[in-house]
């Protein structure tokens, strides 16, 4: 298994671009999320799915979509790049279980780090 | 307002030598106390979970501990490694029908261990 996969490693783009991060598990996994990470900041939810065709939002997701339709992709689209999104992303996924009494583990993937200029 | 706190923020310490790290939360009600691993340049990796119901857990060199009383955890490392050079992270899980703000992440404690 190769478990949770992002691509690209690295971006740069100016400020206006959009792009798409990609990112890929082969676990089966119904639970996705994505989140960045700011210096000194904990990591922060953008978006999360619960399954194929089903996105909602987390803590911080203006400026950024998502759509699920698969199990294993999870796409995060930036529409208009601003230089405070500058971070670095990180994709996650876990089985169903993550939303039951008995918590599962939650895998993350490499990271995408990006730089808005 | 749901926080997790660790501290130190950074720790040096020899290689061979133990340490703790704090995580202290109000996340409210809570579900599970979960710490991670993360290398430099690296995602996350999962050291252990804990429910309420569950004082102390260990990973190999790691043994995280959990008072749900008064609402802190730490995590123990012994006969420390270079390899053990990372920030560790502390989150909360709090129950919740909305799994979108289910998880609060502590700003991490950054820890160098020195030959």
């Known amino acids: 298994n190769a478990g949770v996969t992002q691509t690209p490693k690295f971006q740069v783009l100016k400020t206006g671009q959009s792009m798409t991060l990609q990112c890929a598990q082969d676990m089966n996994h119904e639970y996705m999320s994505w989140y960045r990470q700011d210096p000194g900041m904990g990591l922060r939810l953008i978006h999360y799915?619960?399954?194929?065709?089903?996105?909602d939002q987390g803590e911080v997701p203006n400026g950024y979509n998502v759509s699920r339709s698969t199990t294993e992709d999870f796409p995060l689209r930036l529409l208009s790049a601003a230089p405070s999104q500058t971070s670095v992303y990180f994709c996650a996924s876990s089985s169903k279980t993550f939303l039951a009494k008995f918590p599962d583990t939650q895998y993350f993937g490499p990271g995408t780090r990006l730089t808005v200029l | 307002k749901n926080q997790v706190e660790q501290s130190p923020q950074s720790l040096i310490i020899l290689e061979g030598k133990n340490c703790t790290l704090q995580c202290n939360y109000t996340v409210s009600p809570f579900s599970n106390l979960r710490w991670y691993k993360q290398d430099t340049g690296r995602g996350p990796v999962s050291l252990t979970i804990?429910?309420?119901?569950?004082n102390t857990k260990s990973n190999g060199r790691y043994t995280a501990t959990l008072d749900a009383d008064t609402k802190q955890s730490s995590l123990h490392i012994t006969a420390s490694q270079l390899s053990d050079s990372a920030s560790y992270i502390c989150?909360?899980?709090?129950?919740?029908?909305?799994?979108?703000?289910?998880?609060?992440f502590g700003g991490g404690t950054r820890l160098m261990v020195k030959p």
């Open positions: 799915s619960v399954g194929a065709g089903i996105t």
């Open positions: 989150v909360v899980s709090r129950l919740n029908n909305n799994a979108g703000n289910m998880l609060t």
């Open positions: 804990m429910t309420f119901s569950e």
